[in-house]
């Protein structure tokens, strides 16, 4: 449980806030490059509560300013871009990408009015079909070249989900919470026929853990049945990051009550996706990028029929921003817990001056930043020794004294989906 001046702190990122200040040190996808055509080549966003325009330039480079004009407030968004830069449609006050206004036509030419303007502008970088945009004080750390993000050969897919009509801090913390995919997603896709979509989850947990290490926090489990076994990974990778399998999810601060969710996934060389081509990308040479269909029915109700409309149910359904001061949590939270501290720590840092954890200011490590290898190459049968892929990192080095684990002794999360459900089934059947 937090107090209320806790939740407002982790949740609150307009500017000038600790936790607006804290999101803006990271780098952040914003928009997928092939969004922006010759034909329409500038688009509005909001950005932690910042309204901008963005825009790419002939030229190729990108403009992130701030929408309002910083004359009179008319919308750059209808403004006209020429060399490199952006003219306001109403009085034609010319911007350059970094904010400079370079011309204001109707003042006299001695006038020093333009160097007393600074516009709010951010720069822009490019990569794996993303433009990114940096919010916070210079020097900025690099882009982070997450491996994913900058493998080759294999098949690269991009994906913008619906906007989340809640706070960032609501997906981040589904990110440290290992046990909701069993009701979540497995028992509910099993109420649904369809057990075998539930992804491995609604196998019989037996355990489950948290460890915090370079990037964030990685999660264990242990499952068991006949095709028990145990593994790690789902990482959560600091500060608002789900790395799971092959794919990268963002989830990135509209404003306080909205979220925008960009996902990277890459299948590298041979472990393609059956119908999928190799190289594929879309008519401009990016990764192809879908939008993710809305998560509810023609009723306006959940449809609960994919896993990320059953998290947009139970993120959106906690309220716009959730009131944690009414919370109740238990072991199982224990990965949120670690989140709101590691979070906290971060805010800190930055009121003191101090640099946050997981900002990457080292070329050499950021050719490639290897996130797989902190993760099992799969869940291994009980008992079964690692046939260690060379590329990870060994479970002894993994974990260290900090890995909280949580044992279930009994009950329905011990027993699987499946039978669980037959159960409840029964004893419903029983009591009519
Ligand atoms: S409002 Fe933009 S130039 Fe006047
Ligand atoms: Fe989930």
Redesign the pocket.
């Given at each position: 449980m937090l107090t209320p001046e806790e939740n407002e702190l982790l949740t609150r990122v307009g500017p000038g806030t600790p936790c607006g200040d804290f999101l803006r040190r990271y780098w952040h996808p914003i928009a997928a490059a092939s969004e922006l055509t010759d034909e329409k080549p500038k688009m509005r966003l909001r950005i932690l509560g910042e309204d901008l325009v963005l825009y790419r330039a002939a030229d190729g480079t990108y403009g992130l300013l701030a929408e309002q004009?910083s004359?009179?407030?008319?919308s750059l968004y209808y403004g006209f871009l020429e060399d490199g830069g952006i003219r306001?449609p109403?009085?034609?006050?010319l911007y350059d990408t970094e904010g400079r206004c370079v011309e204001q036509p109707f003042e006299p030419q001695q006038s020093l009015l333009k160097h007393t303007v600074r516009h709010p502008a951010y720069p822009v970088e490019k990569l794996s079909g993303f433009l990114w945009a940096y919010m916070g004080p210079q020097p900025a750390p690099l882009l982070p070249r997450w491996d994913i993000l900058v493998d080759q050969g294999g098949i690269r897919r991009l994906e913008i989900r619906p906007v989340l009509n809640c706070n960032w801090l609501q997906a981040e913390e589904n990110t440290g919470d290992v046990t909701h995919t069993y009701f979540l997603h497995a028992y509910t896709m099993a109420t649904k026929g369809r057990a075998d979509q539930g992804g491995g989850f609604g196998r019989p947990l037996q355990r489950y853990g948290f460890q915090p290490f370079k990037w964030g926090i990685l999660k264990s489990w242990t499952y068991t049945g006949d095709r028990g076994g145990s593994g790690w990974g789902n990482l959560l990778v600091y500060p608002n990051m789900l790395r799971l399998g092959g794919a990268m999810h963002w989830r990135v601060p509209i404003d306080d009550g909205h979220t925008k969710i960009l996902r990277v996934e890459y299948f590298p060389p041979g472990k393609a996706p059956r119908g999928a081509q190799a190289g594929e990308t879309s008519s401009d040479g990016e990764p192809p990028l879908t939008y993710e269909a809305g998560w509810l029915d023609d009723q306006g109700e959940y449809h609960l029929d994919t896993f990320s409309s059953q998290d947009g149910m139970a993120w959106e359904t906690q309220g716009a921003i959730f009131d944690r001061t009414k919370e109740h949590l238990g072991a199982s939270d224990t990965g949120i817990v670690l989140l709101r501290k590691m979070l906290m720590d971060g805010i800190k840092a930055v009121q003191e001056g101090r640099e946050p954890m997981g900002l990457v200011r080292d070329p050499e490590e950021n050719e490639r930043i290897d996130l797989e290898q902190w993760m099992a190459e799969r869940d291994l049968p009980l008992g079964v020794e690692d046939p260690r892929n060379e590329s990870r990192i060994p479970r002894e080095q993994v974990f260290d004294n900090r890995h909280q684990q949580v044992e279930i002794s009994a009950g329905t999360a011990r027993i699987g989906v499946v039978e669980a459900l037959a159960r409840a089934t029964a004893a419903t059947m029983r009591a009519r």
């Open positions: 004009c004359h009179r407030g008319a306001c109403y009085h034609g006050w």
